[in-house]
């Protein structure tokens, strides 16, 4: 039996607003799904696993991890401002090690990463361009319940696409 | 007689050239005469040069001298202190404001007004925060007035999402918990996953009696593998989502593509009565979802409609019109905060006790203020009870007693701390202050609520009483890392003064 497809959604809103999403995704069968509430679990599931997609939220709480927290703490406690999700993604993609000095897990590249939020694709632009990252979608009231599952589905037939 | 020379006596006779504010001496029709150092740096003068200006072609607007000269002669006829008016003036283009002291000059030998004599400060930096501020509060009225509308707007679409969940309830009967309040998130899994194994069951069986060959002619391929796929799922549901939230909806998405399988199929190459059974098994699966979701979502509404209400009472209070006072007796307020918070209690399955029933006493006030403090006391005391003994409800109780001066409405109850220093500091009544201990649990909560119920009693010339101490008071001393973390009982206390007592209605 062929294993499945390994995805991790790191989202704090999964079990409240969000958590329609996750019905078509386990009922389709096709994936093996993990869930990350804050960028500290999110990074625990990362080192511990390989996935073959991430999707990531901007607006992420720390979670208990000092470094994190720091982050979080000098931007006021804001998850809003604090954007901690790009900063995941530029320590993961970018290494910035003026975020997190540890070193990121090698296997994570910017065609494995989705980026779910309520920002728009103009105001993180930028960020998007200089990660490589080219699956994006809003998040927005009225949204299908199978939003999630598109985009991964979107995300992994563009990896297998590259490949 | 000339002003000069009275002038030029007051220069000799008095040094009021360095004095720190403006001070000058004008013909009756504004020629400055004389003045200190201050009023020519005011009017951009020259510093020692002759006066060759006239006060009057400062004024921004001229009827604003003829009004002033007039108030002036008038309190001088009438001995009084002269006129302090605030002035706006334009000096080489720009508004400058000035407070102006100024009494007439007479000739003391004619006692003919031969001038004026008087002080200029200028005031333009705090005149003009003044206005700022008058703009400023301009603009947070409409807001707030704005905020308001959009608020009352909410709460409507509030009424009518808990109406429409009561029909959704109705219509998803029979709840498997009966009437009852107390049921916990544990149970409600167990109830699901038994009817997720129910479901799993009847469509295992369904895949193993038909053969392959005639399933394919009802449905294509994948859309089978879906539904073997689900028996998984719906066997080990507890594993594969072990977030106990993510596990309802995945259910109710599950037992929906189910029925739609069973509907989309081509139903005569199907058995007929295996089809019906898995269609019954999703049907209730899918129905047992919906209910326990529109239960889960009527609570939550249930919780937060009184601190909505109050916000936009809070929001709206300063627009509203003045509502008149009246006698009230304190008994039917209590029993309409009681009924209020009916509906909330049931759900949080806390009881109310409410012994001394008998209150017949009168307060004279606002009735709509008095039962929304009433209402946001009772909701905080149910709110933050934790239930006590494992065989029955929680409670929470009201205890009233007069005496000659008051009546006081006391709500006690056993749960969540107020800590000593919140209490001594007034914190717990400073807008948006949410208690250090108060949000455990998820409790939601605005902090608006006591500061209102704060407001409104010293509006009636009563206070609120705030104590909070342990419960068992030996269990952890107070210099202990638990003190906080045990029961404590909490007593918030509205006073109010009795009709005929000489504080009513004292701010």
Redesign the interface.
Same mark, same amino acid.
Do not use: E, H, Y
């Given at each position: 039996m062929t294993s499945k497809p390994r995805v991790l959604w790191i989202e704090d809103s999964? +079990? =409240?607003e969000l +958590?329609?999403l996750? #019905?078509?995704l =386990? =009922?389709? #069968?096709k994936y093996d799904f993990n869930?990350a509430e804050d960028v500290t679990t999110a990074v625990h599931f990362l080192r511990a696993n390989q996935y073959d997609a991430l999707i990531v939220d901007v607006r992420l709480p720390p979670g208990i991890d000092n470094t994190w927290r720091k982050l979080y703490q000098q931007t006021g406690f804001d998850k809003v401002h604090a954007q901690l999700g790009l900063k995941l993604l530029h320590w993961l993609l970018a290494r910035d090690a003026t975020i997190n000095p540890e070193p990121p897990p090698d296997w994570v590249k910017p065609h494995k990463i989705g980026v779910f939020t309520v920002e728009s694709k103009q105001e993180i632009q930028q960020h998007l361009d200089e990660l490589g990252i080219a699956v994006f979608n809003q998040k927005s009231a009225g949204l299908p319940?199978t939003v999630l599952l598109d985009l991964i589905d979107e995300l992994l037939a563009k990896a297998i696409a590259q490949r | 007689m000339d002003a000069k020379p009275i002038a030029a006596e007051l220069v000799q006779g008095f040094n009021f050239l360095d004095m720190p504010i403006g001070v000058y001496v004008v013909a009756p029709d504004g020629q400055l005469i004389a003045c200190n150092r201050l009023v020519r740096e005011m009017f951009h003068l020259s510093l020692d040069g002759p006066l060759q200006a006239n006060v009057a072609s400062f004024y921004v607007h001229p009827q604003h001298r003829e009004q002033l000269l007039a108030k002036v002669r008038d309190a001088d006829e009438r001995g009084t202190q002269p006129a302090k008016e605030i002035i706006p003036l334009r000096v080489d283009g720009k508004e400058i404001f000035v407070e102006d002291y100024c009494k007439p000059l007479r000739d003391p030998a004619t006692n003919q007004v031969i001038g004026y004599i008087g002080c200029l400060v200028d005031v333009t930096t705090e005149e003009q925060a003044a206005q700022r501020a008058v703009e400023a509060q301009h603009k947070m009225d409409v807001l707030t007035a704005d905020i308001g509308k959009v608020w009352h707007a909410s709460t409507s679409t509030f009424v009518m999402a808990r109406q429409t969940l009561d029909g959704v309830i109705d219509a998803m009967a029979p709840n498997p918990f009966g009437e009852r309040a107390d049921v916990t998130p544990e149970e409600i899994d167990d109830v699901l996953v038994k009817q997720a194994t129910r479901l799993a069951s009847v469509i295992e069986r369904f895949l193993q009696t038909t053969d392959t060959a005639q399933r394919l002619k009802a449905l294509p391929e994948a859309r089978w593998q879906l539904y073997e796929n689900s028996v998984g799922l719906l066997r080990e549901i507890r594993e594969r989502v072990p977030i106990a939230e993510l596990r309802l909806p995945t259910l109710r998405k599950t037992a929906y593509e189910a029925n739609r399988l069973c509907r989309d199929a081509r139903a005569h190459h199907l058995p007929r009565e295996l089809t019906r059974d898995v269609q019954q098994a999703a049907s209730e699966l899918e129905r047992l979802t919906i209910l326990f979701d529109a239960i889960a979502t009527q609570m939550a509404i249930v919780q937060m409609e009184l601190p909505f209400a109050t916000l936009r009472e809070y929001i709206t209070a300063e627009v509203r019109t003045q509502e008149t006072r009246e006698r009230l007796v304190v008994k039917p307020l209590i029993e309409d905060s009681i009924k209020r918070l009916g509906d909330f209690a049931r759900s949080s399955n806390v009881e109310i006790h409410w012994r001394e029933r008998d209150v017949y006493a009168e307060v004279e006030g606002n009735k709509r203020d008095i039962t929304r403090v009433l209402s946001n006391l009772l909701h905080n005391a149910i709110k933050y009870t934790w239930r006590r003994e494992r065989t029955r409800a929680s409670w929470v109780e009201i205890h009233t007693t007069v005496d000659t001066q008051n009546v006081c409405i006391q709500f006690e109850n056993w749960g969540v701390p107020i800590a000593r220093e919140e209490i001594e500091q007034g914190l717990i009544f400073q807008l948006g202050y949410r208690g250090k201990w108060s949000t455990d649990r998820g409790r939601l909560g605005t902090g608006i609520g006591l500061t209102d119920a704060d407001h409104v009693a010293r509006d009636h010339g009563g206070e609120i009483r705030v104590e909070s101490k342990p419960a068992a008071p030996a269990l952890h001393p107070q210099d202990e890392a638990h003190y906080y973390q045990q029961p404590f009982i909490t007593r918030v206390t509205l006073c109010l003064p009795l009709v005929g007592n000489p504080q009513r209605g004292k701010p």
């Open positions: 999964a +079990r =409240f +958590r329609n996750v #019905g078509p =386990f =009922f389709s #069968g869930l319940d | -």
